[in-house]
């Protein structure tokens, strides 16, 4: 099995950063890929960003330009650098990682961004 744990979520200004980082632990053989997904207030959970076990990256037309993903593989840990935050990027942040061909979610960490 696989645990995964999220943090760094809090509450910020329009226009600041914020860090989310996502740490596994246990039978961590093998890394598929993995990245963030959220949900906004009144929405479905969507994809925010992707990368693969080569270290490329995708991310939401939305957030593209602002949001950076990064992977340390010997720490198995993925972290997503937000700048030049909106009010519409509040919301739960889960991280969804990849592992021995099976997929686990992290229980999510809060994200709002006020004006």
């Known amino acids: 099995q696989v645990q995964l744990a999220e943090s760094g979520g809090a509450l910020v200004q329009v226009g600041g950063s914020l860090r989310l980082s996502c740490e596994a632990s246990?039978?961590?053989?093998?890394?598929?890929?993995g990245g963030w997904f959220r949900q906004r207030p009144g929405e479905e959970r969507e994809a925010v960003a992707f990368?693969?076990?080569?270290?490329?990256?995708t991310y939401a037309d939305s957030v593209k330009g602002r949001f950076t993903l990064s992977r340390d593989n010997a720490k198995n840990r993925q972290s997503l650098q937000m700048t030049s935050l909106k009010v519409e990027d509040t919301g739960v942040y889960y991280c969804?990682?990849?592992?021995?061909?099976?997929?686990?979610w992290g229980q999510g960490t809060q994200v709002t961004v006020s004006s």
């Open positions: 969804n990682t990849f592992y021995n061909g099976t997929g686990y």
């Open positions: 246990g039978s961590t053989f093998r890394f598929n890929g």
């Open positions: 990368i693969t076990p080569g270290g490329d990256s």
